[in-house]
């Protein structure tokens, strides 16, 4: 399992990856609302510093495990460019047969 924060941080970075390979393209994608969904349990963790953590499932979790004790969540983001807030334009290399 990992951490939902570090899911959406390597989102982010490939998001960024995609934004930097684009630049100085002719043809360019503005990248929209963003929908995630996840399998994530919750985990609460005692101690001076408690706090929850929500975990991502990874897809070969037990039906028995993810029927018991995980919830299924569903959020949009909406990628800005932090110094102007514009819209995210990406681009990438071209894929044989990509439509």
Do not use: C, N, W, Y
């Not at 959406?8 to 960024?16: P, S, V």
């Not at 630049?23 to 349990?41: D, M």
């Not at 919750?42 to 993810?66: C, H, N, Q, T, Y």
């Not at 110094?83 to 334009?89: C, H, I, Q």
């Amino acid at each position: 399992m990992i951490e939902l924060s570090e899911m959406i941080r390597e989102l982010r970075r490939e998001f960024t990856v995609a934004l930097s390979d684009g630049h100085g393209e002719r043809v360019r994608f503005e990248l929209g609302p963003v929908e995630v969904e996840a399998s994530v349990t919750i985990s609460k963790e005692a101690g001076g510093d408690a706090r929850l953590r929500f975990l991502v499932m990874e897809s070969g979790a037990s039906a028995k495990l993810a029927h018991a004790a995980t919830q299924r969540i569903t959020f949009t983001l909406q990628p800005r460019i932090a110094e102007s807030g514009a819209s995210v334009l990406i681009s990438g290399d071209d894929v044989a047969r990509e439509r």
